[in-house]
């Protein structure tokens, strides 16, 4: 029977990124979908957290399903869903430039998505216009809270690196002149506080699991919690030396934590 290594036996909650730690594009890493399974086991708990906000919690479930893992959407944090829970109780409308998993999930919560609102949510939004950026600076520089669920400036897809999120909050932010009155997702806290909120745990009891230095490990350190940094997504081992920002760890893939 597997056990974790000795300096991971501490850990109480496992903060697991999505892309490039449980699955690549539409493949599942199958060794990491062990991992976790064997993590529930031992009574860890574990959740995922992404900065994607193109998919509902729900669609994210489905399709962990079809990876061959359970996971019901209350233990999926995306930055949609982050967005949503800041808006709740805030502002009653707001306008998106986002794809249809972000509105679900502000719609999921009574927030109503219209033209003319008090908040606009930025996010990645493959179809995006001039006019949509036109119509959501215009809104910011009347007053309007501006939200970016995140700052990722490209995101893997099959063609390569294609612009993202952090691409259309900037030009909202340069069409607008303001900047995001708040940002939800990595290297940000507030998705972190949402899970915390919800898993009350001591940091030093909290392992945050990614493949990229500049959101997940970025993250933890930003949040003080410790990382583990896996190399079956973006970053390779020969980045690590050109970085300024270290994780506690480094494994290879994630099943090496157990022994």
């Known amino acids: 029977m597997m056990r974790l290594k000795k300096e991971y036996s501490k850990y109480r909650l496992f903060i ?3 892309d490039g730690v449980v699955w690549r594009g539409e493949n599942p890493i199958e060794s990491a979908i062990e991992a976790v399974e064997v993590l529930r086991e031992m009574g860890r708990r574990v959740v995922f957290m992404t900065n994607n906000a193109t998919i509902s ?7 962990f399903s079809r990876m061959g893992l359970y996971v019901p959407p209350e233990d999926i944090y995306t930055s949609g869903y982050g967005a949503a829970q800041f808006l709740k109780g805030k502002y009653r409308t707001t306008y998106i430039i986002g794809e249809e998993g972000l509105k679900i999930e502000l719609e999921s919560i009574g927030i109503r998505v219209k033209n003319e609102a008090e908040s606009v949510v930025v996010a990645l939004d493959r179809g995006v216009t001039y006019t ?3 119509h959501a600076a215009k809104l910011i520089r009347g007053g309007a809270y501006f939200i970016a669920t995140n700052r990722d400036p ?10 993202g999120a952090g691409a259309i909050v900037a030009a909202v932010e340069v069409a607008s002149g303001r900047r995001p009155d708040i940002v939800i997702g990595k290297p940000e806290p507030y998705l972190f506080k949402l899970i915390l909120r919800d898993n009350p745990t001591p940091k030093e009891e909290i392992l945050v699991v990614g493949d990229r230095i500049e959101t997940d490990i970025l993250g933890a350190r930003n949040f003080g919690v410790d990382s583990l940094l896996v ?13 300024d920002i270290r994780p506690t760890y480094v494994v290879n893939t994630l099943i090496e934590i157990f022994e």
């Open 16 to 18: 697991l990124d999505c």
């Open 57 to 63: 919690r729900n669609d994210y479930s489905n399709k």
């Open 132 to 134: 949509k950026i036109a």
């Open 154 to 163: 490209t995101v893997p897809a099959e063609e390569g690196e294609i612009p």
């Open 231 to 243: 190399l079956t997504g973006v970053t390779k081992r020969e980045h690590l030396k050109e970085l």
